[in-house]
């Protein structure tokens, strides 16, 4: 009683494996960046942008005094 060879194998777990780590890199990358990298945001009741826009008035303003003791 010969024992049938055992094809296509190497290929499934191929595949398993690619599409299971494709599937949690995509998954964890989405967790981090929706979950990790904007926590940040809502903890600060000042955020990013404003945080900006309030330096680069003040930058302005500094610009447009020294100009003006020209």
Request: hydrophobic share 40%; net charge neutral; with cysteine.
């Amino acid at each position: 009683m010969p024992i049938a060879p055992i094809t296509g194998k190497l290929r499934k777990a191929f595949w398993r494996d690619f599409s299971l780590s494709l599937g949690l890199g995509i998954g964890s990358g989405y967790a981090f960046w929706y979950d990790c990298a904007h926590a940040q945001d809502s903890l600060n009741s000042v955020s990013a942008v404003q945080l900006r826009e309030e330096y680069y008035l003040k930058l302005e303003q500094e610009r447009a005094q020294a100009q003006a003791a020209q």
